[in-house]
Nanobody, 121 residues
Framework: QLEDSGGGLVQAGASLRLSCAAS????????IGWFRQAPGKEREFVGF????????NFADSVKDRFTISRDNDKNTAYLQMNRLKPEDTAIYYC????????????????WGQGTQVTVSS
């Protein structure tokens, strides 16, 4: 199971850090992806970090502002969001996929419940 947290209401230009905590002891075998869904839009890829934390991959819209890290000892991954924009407003979800990461949400096995991020202009 995954539990994501850390969302909130911030002004444009601010930063937030989302957390994704896993109860699974095999967390280190899973890549962690982050996705978001804005009202009236489809869920979209934000980024992922590989199971060994060697590689990350981001959507073009966030790659210069967001980073992903993980602490396998704590079974937790983090999405650090900097220079937030109003268009980043969405519900953010973390997801876990065994072994290799992917941009395709359909390939992920487990999902968090989502955390709301609202960026005001």
């Amino acid at each position: 199971q995954l539990e994501d947290s850390g969302g909130g209401l911030v002004q444009a230009g601010a930063s937030l850090r989302l957390s994704c905590a896993a109860s699974e002891r095999t967390f280190s075998s899973y890549s962690i992806g982050w996705f978001r869904q804005a009202p009236g839009k489809e869920r979209e890829f934000v980024g992922f970090i590989g199971w060994r934390a060697i590689n990350t991959n981001f959507a073009d819209s966030v790659k210069d502002r967001f980073t992903i890290s993980r602490d396998n000892d704590k079974n937790t991954a983090y999405l650090q969001m900097n220079r937030l924009k109003p268009e980043d407003t969405a519900i953010y979800y973390c997801a876990a996929k065994y072994y290799r990461g992917s941009r395709d949400p359909g390939e992920y096995d487990y999902w968090g419940q989502g955390t709301q991020v609202t960026v005001s202009s």
